[in-house]
């Protein structure tokens, strides 16, 4: 059984800490899904950690329901969570629900997420009375990385800490399951945390939400092109996979490999009348 929304209420209600992880292909997201954690969240991080984007505003839908698909096929214990792209939820509303209902119906998420507060908040509410549950996510929000003139911690002056706590007032009150908090002040997001009913999740935010999500190619060391402060490193990939594909590639050129147990076996009679 997936977790369900109702569940991640309760983690917030029992003041039971959660995580939430991204996985972008179905390999890694059975590891994640086995390992027991209730949340995955296809991010649109995605753009950046597997497709080589310098931000996540090139992203498109065809992406994200690709990978979206694949991790739901990898998984069957986790409420998998799909980022909605850039300007796929800004237009109409119209436009919203059909490209997340993409992301339920033919994808096969049980949830989406998109960005901003305040000004999604309608499209929030029409989102859930369609019955697409719906994650919040605001602070630094990667999609207007132009509008915020870079990759800042948010909410530090009295009004822009205002207009965060409005923000998420405003998701709450239209319906979202929970909201993620990025990058601000941990006594913001821990009062953001102890205002609102539904959980918060938190990257760059402290140990004061309730939830806590990472970038999964952060986690385990997979991707170095650029480390955030607030990355958790619990393994480094990237050191493993040089060393492993240095001695393959060294045992090639010498001829260690392949040896027979890589290899299959003909009766010697064959090859002899072959050769006649
Ligand atoms: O795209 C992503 O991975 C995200 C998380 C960092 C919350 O939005
Ligand atoms: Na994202």
Redesign the pocket.
Known sequence: MRTTIQQVQQFKDKGEHFSVL?AYDYATAQIVDRAGIPLI?V????GNVVLGYES?IPVTMAEMLHHTKAVVRGTKNALVIA?MPFMTYHITVEETLRNAARFIQEAGAQAV?LEGGVTVADKVRKLVDCGIPVMG?IGLT?QSVNQLSGYKVQGRSLEAANKLLADARALEAAGAFAV?L?TMPSALSAFITSTISIPTIG?GAGAGCDGQ?Q?ISDLLGLFTDFVPKHAGRYANLAEVITEAVSAYNNDVKIGAFPTAQQSFDMDDTLIDALRQ
């Not at 991010?43 to 995605?46: A, P, T, V």
């Open positions: 991204t969240l991010g649109d991080s995605l996540t980022d997420k996510h990667p993620v990025e990257i999500v970038v």
